[in-house]
Each structure stands twice: as C-alpha cells, then as structure tokens.
C-alpha cells in the first residue's frame, strides 16, 4: 500500500532559525497537503499541493511539490515561538484515501 | 460553514468497561466520515472511513468499532476497553469522493486505566 515518509522526526530549533521538514512518497500522488497541529490541538489544514513542481507560499511558509509528484517539503523561514507543533503531510494516491507521514514535532526556543 | 463536534472531550475509562464516543458534522451533506487515532508517537493512524450511511470500512483490525446510523452522524464504539487503547481519537470529515481537505473535529482524549 502507499506509504508517506516524514523526516525529520523531532526538530528543535532556536527562534529566528529556518526550519524544513521532508515528505516522501512511494508512489505518485495526485495530491500532497499539509496539516499542522498545536500542542494538545488537533490537526488543521495549511495548504494543499496539486502540479507538479508546485510552490506555494503562506508568509514564511514554502511548500513545494516534487517534479515527479512524489515528494514535498515545507520551509518556515526566521522560525518564531507560535510556529511550535507537529507538521503532518498528507499524499493522497489514486484512490480518495489521504495516507498521513508520521509528522516532525517542531520545537523553537526562544 | 461547516462544522464538526465531536464528544465527549476527555475521559477515563477503566479496562473492560464499554466505549461510546460521538461526533456530528454540520453544513454538508453526504460526507466521507473518519475516526482516527493518535497515540504517544504522534502519528495519525485511521482506524475507520465510512462513504455512507451504514457504510463502514476498517483499516486495522482492533478492538473498536464504528457506526453511521446517520449521515453526519458518526460513532466509535467497544465493548470491552483495553489499556492499549488510551490515546488520542479524532473525527474527521471530507467532501464526498472529490474529497481533498480534512477536516478534524477537536478529538477526545481516551485514558484507560
């Protein structure tokens, strides 16, 4: 079945460092999103990613699509405190299934 | 606008007891419904999917079950609760089919002691 890996895993990282997470898929996908979620929240959409080689920005957020719609990374860049949480991408195949990474917990010290 | 409640927020079961949670979704119709669960390693894990009333699929074999008696109406149940099953359950809705975005209820946090 398809699988999404997410990496890294944990992320700690001082406030005003950039920060990037990486998400790889096993095989192409008709789509990626991303997710992210608060501490003791729940996940909230961000974005959703469609072309190939796609970039989409959200103010200090980057996300890209890979060329060949099998990978995806988002960037935040100069990281503040109210960017900590757990970034989830999200592939979805050829069915209507949306198959989750594992997510990067992104911790900012200030 | 669509929204989804889902309840109750928390609480603590002991093992062997039975488990009922609930959630709703407003503002649309014919929606794919989802209960997940999220564990100490933060992954979502989807337990179940329904595309319709009386219409459920299991994505891992477990101790839970899942019922749509109604279309925006979806609910996890078991009838014996194990330790293993603490975590974290959400709810979920999409579009019908075409469905691109999730979205989450507030989730339930399931301690079984």
């Known amino acids: 079945g398809q699988q999404v890996m997410q990496i890294p895993q944990y992320q700690h990282v001082q406030e005003g460092e950039d920060f990037t997470t990486y998400c790889n898929s096993s095989?192409?996908?008709?789509?990626i999103q991303w997710y992210k979620q608060r501490p003791g929240g729940h996940p909230v959409f961000l974005i959703q990613l469609v072309k190939s080689g796609e970039v989409k920005k959200q103010k200090r957020l980057t996300f890209q699509f890979g060329e060949a719609k099998k990978n995806s990374s988002l960037h935040i860049t100069a990281t503040q405190t109210t960017d900590v949480g757990t970034y989830f991408c999200a592939g979805r195949g050829s069915n209507y299934k949306l198959t989750f990474g594992k997510g990067t917990l992104l911790t900012v010290n200030p | 606008s669509q929204t989804i409640h889902q309840w109750p927020a928390t609480l603590v079961q002991p093992v062997g007891s039975p488990l009922s949670l609930e959630c709703t979704v407003e503002?649309?119709?014919?929606?794919?419904l989802y209960w997940y669960r999220q564990a100490a390693g933060r992954g979502l894990q989807l337990l179940f999917y329904s595309v319709g009333i009386g219409q459920i699929s299991s994505e891992v074999p477990q101790n839970l079950s899942a019922s749509r008696p109604q279309d925006r109406q979806f609910i996890l149940s078991s009838k014996k609760l194990l330790l293993s099953d603490s975590g974290f359950y959400l709810c979920?809705?999409?579009?019908?089919?075409?469905?691109?975005?999730?979205?989450f209820g507030e989730g339930s946090w399931l301690t079984v002691v």
């Open positions: 095989t192409t996908l008709s789509n």
């Open positions: 503002g649309t119709s014919n929606p794919n």
């Open positions: 979920a809705w999409s579009v019908e089919r075409t469905g691109n975005t999730i979205y």
